[in-house]
């Protein structure tokens, strides 16, 4: 890698507070906040690399992301934020605003995650295919740069996965086995 990486998720949001047994809605996905919960956890984690003088910082496009987004922007004195689409949400199709039950009960067993999607929606294959064309494109545009990428988990999880070079057999193991997975207001060094 040309680039040094830390990734961030999103610190709590109102939606995982009040109705957290369910899947955000598609078209409320875009809007929804963060708590003050969200915003203190997002402060800590900064703590923990203010030193490292982050260079860029790109965001999901989404409200909780863009508000975690601006807290780092404001902490590392970051004037500009790069808000890329492909470090949206995984859109789990015909499941938004569903019962995350009935998103999981679809796939059967979790491996069938990167084949199958729901109606309207993407597998992981799909979502490591537009997760990897950003970081390529990153890349290919910067080098020596220490950039710090706010998403969501599914994304961040697989981007970890791709700038580590884990297969897909290891990225399972990693949040089935493992339980390794990127948790809300989480801010890990990738490599």
């Given at each position: 890698?040309?680039?040094?990486?830390?990734?961030?998720?999103?610190g709590?949001n109102?939606?995982q507070?009040?109705?957290k047994?369910?899947?955000?809605?598609?078209?409320?996905?875009?809007s929804i906040r963060?708590?003050?919960?969200?915003?203190?956890?997002?402060?800590?984690s900064?703590?923990r690399?203010?030193?490292?003088?982050i260079?860029?910082?790109?965001?999901?496009?989404?409200?909780?992301?863009?508000?975690?987004?601006?807290i780092?922007?404001?902490?590392?004195g970051?004037?500009?934020?790069?808000?890329?689409?492909?470090l949206?949400?995984?859109?789990?199709?015909?499941?938004?605003?569903?019962?995350?039950?009935d998103?999981?009960?679809?796939?059967?067993?979790d491996?069938?995650?990167?084949?199958?999607?729901?109606?309207?929606?993407?597998?992981?294959?799909?979502?490591?295919?537009?997760?990897m064309?950003?970081?390529?494109?990153?890349?290919?545009?910067?080098?020596?740069?220490k950039?710090?990428?706010?998403?969501?988990?599914?994304?961040?999880w697989?981007?970890?996965g791709?700038?580590?070079k884990?297969?897909?057999?290891?990225l399972?193991?990693?949040?089935?086995?493992?339980?390794?997975?990127?948790?809300?207001?989480?801010l890990?060094?990738?490599n």
């Amino acid at each position: 890698m040309n680039n040094r990486y830390f990734l961030l998720r999103h610190g709590q949001n109102v939606w995982q507070v009040q109705k957290k047994a369910f899947i955000y809605p598609a078209k409320t996905n875009f809007s929804i906040r963060l708590t003050l919960k969200g915003k203190k956890q997002v402060k800590k984690s900064i703590k923990r690399i203010k030193k490292e003088k982050i260079d860029l910082i790109y965001s999901s496009d989404f409200k909780r992301t863009k508000e975690t987004s601006a807290i780092a922007a404001k902490e590392f004195g970051i004037k500009k934020i790069n808000f890329d689409k492909r470090l949206r949400d995984i859109n789990m199709g015909i499941f938004h605003g569903r019962m995350k039950e009935d998103y999981y009960r679809f796939f059967n067993y979790d491996k069938k995650k990167f084949s199958q999607k729901p109606l309207k929606g993407e597998s992981w294959t799909e979502l490591k295919k537009r997760t990897m064309s950003f970081l390529k494109d990153l890349e290919k545009k910067y080098k020596n740069k220490k950039i710090l990428i706010v998403g969501h988990g599914d994304p961040l999880w697989i981007l970890e996965g791709l700038i580590k070079k884990m297969s897909d057999k290891k990225l399972l193991k990693e949040l089935f086995v493992k339980k390794n997975y990127i948790q809300v207001g989480e801010l890990r060094k990738a490599n």
